[in-house]
């Protein structure tokens, strides 16, 4: 039997071992969200993490953002990155940092996990065109999908617990509840709350393995980023035991919006964005 209380001190004990970045990406989303602010606002926030902001002018001066003479100064990356593009970058930045590890007891090598996360946020940009949400927002929503992860790999090493049966094992969810009371979607969204991103990224992640369960203000978002996943795993990008979450495209295509030649050319527009970004982390 599960849990009756997920071990949320112990949860947020293995977060606190986490960079603080994530926290930075929020506060710049709600920067960037504020038609009064600035460039100047958002190196100045960058500016409070010295490895995050060394890592964004080293991304902003990949080929990829930066076809130009290169930028020697924050101000510069930020300036000609200009607003559409830093979340974006910074992003990157964010999942460099965080997603630099190897999920031992997920059976999840890092690199695998860097190239879901990425291909996640990219179709989440690309969906969020077709169905009228914040193409900046959804990008976010799906660079911290797996977040929950990072912790709950940390937390089974911690107590020694055996690793994820991915051969003929449960789902996924199925053995992170029976273990801890919660699955990662829950463990993501608990700490995406205390970060402070908006309450729609917090329940779009919570929910996305069922997004039929999201609070009606963030039923898209999940469903969009249940759809993101499954698109990661169409193009060889999945991760274990997550596949029986990604099944009724056809019903959450509709809830979401979109339909299936929108969906497909979504498919098809990630596949040749992850082609050209991927180097960016290398």
């Known amino acids: 039997m599960p849990p009756a209380v997920p071990p949320w001190d112990q949860i947020l004990q293995c977060a606190r071992q986490l960079p603080a970045t994530p926290a930075i990406l929020a506060k710049l989303q709600l920067l960037l969200a504020d038609v009064n602010s600035d460039l100047e606002a958002a190196c100045a926030l960058l500016k409070r993490d010295t490895a995050l902001a060394a890592r964004t002018i080293q991304i902003s001066n990949s080929p990829y953002f930066s076809p130009g003479l290169p930028h020697a100064s924050l101000e510069e990356a930020v300036g000609c990155v200009g607003y559409d593009q830093i979340c974006r970058v910074v992003g990157l930045t964010v999942s460099s940092q965080l997603f630099d590890r190897d999920l031992r007891h997920y059976g999840i090598a890092a690199e695998r996990l860097s190239e879901n996360t990425l291909v996640c946020a990219l179709a989440m940009e690309s969906l969020a065109q077709f169905a009228g949400v914040d193409p900046r927002s959804a990008y976010t929503v ?125 498919r098809e527009d990630t596949r040749a964005a992850f082609d050209k970004v991927r180097l960016v982390l290398v």
């Open 142 to 266: 799906g660079l911290m999908r797996s977040v929950g992860k990072l912790v709950l790999d940390r937390l089974a090493s911690e107590q020694a617990r055996e690793p994820y049966p991915a051969e003929g094992g449960p789902p996924l969810t199925a053995w992170e509840t029976v273990g801890w009371g919660c699955d990662n979607g829950m463990v993501a969204a608990f700490l995406l709350e205390k970060w402070l991103f908006p309450e729609e990224t917090v329940e779009a992640v919570r929910q996305h393995y069922e997004p039929s369960a999201a609070a009606p203000e963030a039923a898209v978002s999940a469903h969009l980023l249940n759809l993101a996943a499954r698109i990661a795993d169409d193009l060889g990008h999945g991760l274990p035991g997550e596949a029986p979450a990604w099944n009724d495209v056809a019903g959450k295509l509709s809830v979401a919006g979109l339909n299936q030649a929108e969906f497909d050319l979504c």
